[in-house]
């Protein structure tokens, strides 16, 4: 008689990539704006595999502003995030969450991902970016 013991950990995250990059639970990526004018548009392609149902998370860790990297100037930059051409607004938190409904049985989705830059005219001069994450949970 053999005893045999098995561990399977299963995850309810789909699996997601931007462009082109490699598929996984997790993607994340630094924002920063080449000229800094308004209006300035960066747009990515974001891919998700899941057979079903999920929910989108979008994680800004300055909550859709740009801050200066230099940590002694306070300035921020607004800029907006859109997702699919609806606007993505992080209301006091640095996560917003969408719930995202499958129309095909693909199990592929392609979402268009798009920052839109505010005004930066009253910014000092230095570098500015922001930190986005994405992460899909399937339902």
Not at 89 to 101: G, M, P
């Amino acid at each position: 008689k053999i005893n045999l013991k098995i561990k399977v950990i299963v995850s309810n995250e789909a699996q997601i990539s931007i462009g082109n990059d490699s598929f996984s639970s997790l993607s994340d990526f630094k924002v920063k704006f080449e000229s800094l004018r308004e209006g300035e548009i960066i747009s990515y392609k974001v891919f998700v595999k899941s057979a079903g149902d999920y929910n989108l998370k979008i994680y800004s860790e300055n909550m859709s502003m740009l801050a200066n990297e230099n940590q002694k100037i306070n300035t921020i930059i607004p800029y907006k995030i859109f997702l699919n051409e609806s606007e993505i607004q992080f209301l006091n938190k640095n996560v917003v969450e969408v719930a995202i409904e499958k129309t095909s049985s693909d199990e592929l989705t392609e979402h268009q991902f798009k920052l839109v830059l505010g005004n930066p005219s009253h910014a000092f001069k230095g570098a500015y970016s922001d930190k986005i994450s994405l992460r899909a949970i399937s339902n």
